[in-house]
């Protein structure tokens, strides 16, 4: 049986009111093919069905769903519900949750929780920083512990399951000094010490951190975890491996829904007010650069009506610049993202993404002429694109480069504003190019 019909019988099964069945067709799907179900029989059933079930199984299904998606589910569960649940859930899970519920509602689930220190703490937390995805429930070794004391240790105080993987070792006043992973760990000698066998190498992230570091961190050095640190160089928490997956997945989500002016709140069945709200804006400061374009083109009102042929060119040279510039613009955003290209390369990168649009300038210039020549049958028409394909190349390939590096360094999000400041610097650029190359050679292309 497929998970479409599966769900169709849940749906089923809760509309009959036979919770049973429903409980024993839910708990048979996979975790994944639960949140999914979930998603599928909307709001009002998945309530209905959350009410029939335990405080640790509803636990269970609000650790694997979205932040949004958990909000609104937690709508359908009353204040007292909602707080033995998230007693049960992961402190992270939880404290993510309840920042996603109006503030009254939150406060008064919160009072009620017998957990409320640990999720408070988490709460306290800035969000989209290392300290709102850590969890402070992990296991700290000393390294004078031998092999079978930590095994021990671990077995004592139960930590969650996603955070054993990699162990950390710490100093008395909790500072880390290595970590050992959990296999090198089962495979030493019960009497062998920890500092024998533990990697000095830790990398760590403070507190405070943006979540994009904590992403460039997880990605540069291949981790599944990270240790996180307080100010004084402490370790307060962990980012498990299922968080580190989300906080990497919704960087990159975040980079591509910004590059196009989205958030990345956005889904596709999100409200239809919510949805207006985030895309019009950038709709509308689209239209003014389009509008600026438009100006430069009026200036040249004469050159176009003597030769008529010129706007046949205008979109020919709007979509390779958008495009040569989009190119440089993705690569030099996931670059600086990645940490990449840092204050010491910036101009290194900028010269050899210059460089690379003055060749494929040459290149592309060459080929838009010939076709123009043809097209034409008029070897000036060829000349015109040639040299304004040419010169707007570079500019897209510069202002590509150019732009976000100059907006991170003004503290502006480069992923949320480059795409239109390179769109319209390539739209005014190239057509300015056209139209001013043809009013120069007008007497030998009328």
Known sequence: MNTEEETARLKEAIEGSRWDRAKQLFAGLRPADQVDALRSIGNEDAGRLLAHMSASEIASVFDRVRDDDASKLAGSLDPVALSHMLDEA???????????????????????????????????????????????????????????????????????????????????????????????????????????????????????????????????????M??????????????????????????????????????????????????????????SINLGTAVLAGLVVSLFESTIAAAVALAAFLPVIAGQGANAGSQTLTIIVRSLALGEVTLQNVRRAILKESLLAVANGAVIGLLAGIVACVWMGDVWFGVVLAVSMFLTMIVAGVSGALSPVVLKALGIDPALASTVVVTTITDVAGFFFLLGVATLMLGYIT
């Not at 500092?195 to 992230?205: A, E, L």
């Not at 968080?243 to 990345?264: K, N, R």
């Open 90 to 224: 992961d402190p992270r899970a939880a404290a993510h949750l309840l920042r996603e519920l109006p503030l009254e509602r939150s406060s008064d689930v919160l009072s009620r929780m017998e957990e409320r220190e640990t999720v408070e703490a988490l709460l306290r937390q800035r969000a989209h920083t290392a300290g709102a995805h850590m969890t402070p429930e992990f296991v700290s070794l000393a390294p004078t512990m031998t092999v079978d004391e930590a095994i021990a240790t671990v077995r004592q105080r139960r930590p969650p399951r996603d955070t054993v993987d990699m162990l950390y070792v710490v100093d008395e006043r909790q500072r880390p000094l290595g970590q050992v992973s959990l296999r090198a760990l089962l495979l030493a000698e019960p009497a062998v010490k920890i500092k024998d066998i533990m990697s000095r190498n830790v990398t760590c992230v403070r507190f405070d951190d943006d979540e994009r570091e904590c992403a460039r961190l997880l990605s540069h050095y291949h981790l599944s």
């Open 226 to 283: 990270l240790p996180v640190v307080d100010g004084e160089g402490r370790l307060v928490g962990v980012i498990p491996p299922t968080e580190s997956l989300e906080v990497a997945d919704g960087q990159a989500t975040a980079d591509m829904y910004h590059m196009i002016g989205l958030s990345s709140a956005e889904r596709v069945f999100a409200p239809f007010s919510d949805s207006v709200r985030r895309r019009l804006p950038w709709l």
